[in-house]
């Protein structure tokens, strides 16, 4: 019985320090999140920051992705990549640039096996960055968001996802997809509900002040909070909606 008794205390402590183990592992901070595919420093040259050379970030929604542009930044070469649902795209052009004149170019590719074509313009100072005319199979209602990087300003490229919620019940989900600069402190956002078939789509756009992403003429609302490369925010709309927003960067 003696050696029963010190067989049963020894499984015991052996037991409850087993279990002490796994209490602490289940409290460690979770990691914030870091995009290691990202750059950390703009590769725009300094000497493109005010003409059509440069790197141009974007964000598209329908479905969700991003695109960037090279445009003569450090040499003569100027393509695209667009990376759409996780597939990803190598846009080429023909057409050159003409110092001090705007830029407009028809930028062509593949996605799996199919054409795409977009016309990507800007002014002649790097200003406006726009694309119209996307033709991207299976992805007729895209829309996108561009800005220009230039070599004091990193842009970064988020892709989310929002709710909106009346009380208990779920109103509209969508695509929150996002592009902010930390050092001009400055961000934009583009929205479309899933159930939208149309080409409507929602902007948004403020300021950054101690990660906080607050929205523009809205007695400062905070829609959401960076925290490394992510955000994640809920805020109260009109009729007391609620809506909740995440998303990771990605570019």
């Known amino acids: 019985m003696k050696n029963l008794k010190k067989i049963s205390l020894a499984l015991l402590i052996v037991l409850f320090m087993s279990n002490c183990k796994k209490n602490t592992a289940t409290t460690d901070t979770p990691t914030t999140f870091k995009c290691t595919s990202c750059t950390t420093t703009p590769e725009a ?126 109103t509209e989900t969508g695509t929150f997809n996002m592009l902010l600069s930390r050092s001009a402190a400055t961000w934009s956002v583009i929205i479309r509900a899933s159930t939208s078939t149309s080409t409507q789509i929602n902007t948004d756009y403020g300021t950054i002040s101690n990660n906080m992403l607050i929205e523009a003429n809205s007695n400062n609302k905070v829609i959401a909070t960076l925290s490394g490369d992510q955000l994640d925010g809920k805020f109260t709309g009109g009729n007391s909606e609620v809506t909740t927003v995440t998303g990771k960067r990605v570019l």
Request: overall charge neutral; hydrophobic content about 35%.
């Open 45 to 170: 040259q300094a000497a493109n920051n005010t003409s059509t050379k440069g790197i141009y970030i974007g964000v598209l929604i329908g479905s969700t992705g991003t695109i960037k542009f090279d445009i003569a930044n450090s040499g003569t070469s100027i393509t695209g990549i667009m990376i759409i649902d996780g597939v990803t795209v190598n846009l080429t052009t023909s057409t050159a640039i003409v110092s001090g004149q705007k830029y407009s170019a028809v930028f062509t590719g593949l996605l799996n096996g199919s054409s795409v074509s977009v016309t990507f313009s800007i002014n002649a100072d790097g200003t406006n960055p726009v694309i119209t005319l996307p033709s991207i199979p299976g992805h007729p209602n895209a829309a996108f968001l561009l800005n220009k990087e230039t070599s004091t300003s990193l842009i970064e490229a988020y892709n989310g996802t929002y709710s909106t919620t009346t009380g208990t019940t779920v």
